[in-house]
């Protein structure tokens, strides 16, 4: 089976770079279930991208929501018939404070964004791509998750945990066809100003586009044997 007609799950697909990636595979036929917490966002980028109702499903859900996350996977299974990637994106950034001035409240949101949804979207769709036989799951992190730089460690706690997760679970997915890897940029580039405007503080900066690129590669049969992986994409 080819790239046309996979079904990618694409969690945080309203923001800069979940937008990017939904029109990337729908231009290569590939059938969209896109998740977010603002169901207008939804369907605005699917009337801007005129995807093709038979190509993608729309579930405004709130991935800190554990049983919204299962009632979530059932759906896009019973539409599509199957699943064949999870690609999350969701999740914020705080920084600023140190680890003395961070209120506790500080810490616990960013393992909820973080690290619980990652937890809720895995337990519920990767059952689904070991049923196939094939899968592939990826998430995008900071290369600092292990090294923090001041007054970011609530987190880079936060993301560390979240890739202990995914290269915990590529251990366990061994054998099985489906795959568990990790893309590293330090900051996503949305209005191109690497290109555009550069400095020395966005040289290193990755686009959109090529962490599409990116997530295309894995989808690939040639990345069958990329699995539990931190694929950098900055240094360039």
Known sequence: MGLENRVVVIAGATGGLGRIVTQTLAAKGMRVALLSSDAERLTALTRELNLEPENFSCHAVDAQQRDAVFETARTVQSKFGRVDALFNFVGGWLGGKTLVE?????LSDMFDQ???????????????LL??????????????SLSPQPNRAAYASAKAAQEALLLGL????????VTANIVVIKAIDAKHERDTAPTPSNAEWSTPEEISAALLYLLSDAAHGVNGQRLVLYGG
């Open 102 to 106: 961070l209120a506790p409240q500080n």
């Open 114 to 128: 973080h690290v619980w949804t990652t937890f809720h979207l895995l337990q519920a769709f990767v059952p689904l």
């Open 131 to 144: 049923t196939n036989g094939w899968g592939r799951i990826a998430t995008v992190s900071p290369p600092n």
């Open 170 to 177: 590529a251990q366990e997915l061994k054998g099985t066809g």
